[in-house]
């Protein structure tokens, strides 16, 4: 499949959402409809985070029409930033824009750490197939408040030597589950994925099939 992209600006709650669009061969039908969420806006988090972009080249590899954005106040989106209330609202923008452009294909939400948990706010309500969350920041944000439908397919990805989310805190989180999501463990793997970009990769290709 192409890698090639094209950027275009989304109406927002409170402005334009600077969107990234992956563009597959011209006649292809996607698989399905991503949306990719970034890390944490006041630290230096925009949708070219590496991480995200490794997910992006994984999704459109697999034939999905790929949508990364950047959340309010980071790059050249509009507003200011909103604590994750104001970036579950912008979410559900590029969503209702990205299904009137593409049409009825099933959703699947791909978010990496503060991304993580804004997909997983939004992941029952948007209706989504598909989540996968990355490094999930579960020792700044509720995430024991957050249901997930069971009917989810769930992929939960994390790295064992995680300087930013204490990877013992994530299992423990996970215990504690209705509903418990497929894990994968990269033992030697950072927060931000340093050196394990290509097995990262390799993840979410398996995820799809």
């Not at 927002?12 to 600077?18: A, D, K, Q, W």
């Not at 020792?139 to 989310?165: C, K, M, R, T």
Request: charged residues 15%; hydrophobic residues 45%.
């Amino acid at each position: 499949m192409g890698q090639a992209k094209s950027i275009v600006f989304v109406p927002g709650p409170v402005g334009m959402l600077e969107c990234r669009l992956g563009m597959l061969k011209p006649g292809t039908r996607p698989r399905g409809l991503v949306v990719l969420l970034h890390p944490h806006p006041l630290y230096e988090g925009s949708m070219n985070n590496k991480v995200v972009t490794t997910l992006e080249k994984s999704f459109l590899a697999a034939g999905w029409q790929t949508v990364a954005f950047n959340f309010r106040g980071v790059g050249r989106s509009e507003g200011f930033f909103d604590e994750g209330r104001g970036e579950q609202a912008d979410l559900a923008a590029v969503v209702t824009w990205a299904q009137g452009m593409y049409g009825e294909l099933p959703l699947a939400l791909a978010g990496f750490s503060f991304g993580s948990y804004i997909a997983l706010c939004q992941a029952e309500a948007l209706q989504a197939r598909y989540l996968i969350t990355v490094a999930p920041p579960v020792n700044l944000y509720a995430f024991e408040s957050l249901s997930v439908p069971a009917e989810l397919h769930w992929s939960l990805i994390q790295g064992g030597q995680d300087e930013v989310v204490p990877p013992y805190k994530v299992a423990n989180w996970m215990r504690g589950l209705k509903v418990r999501p497929d894990v994968y463990w990269r033992e030697a793997a950072s927060h931000y994925f340093h050196g394990e970009l290509i097995w990262l990769q390799r993840i979410v290709a398996a995820c799809l099939t």
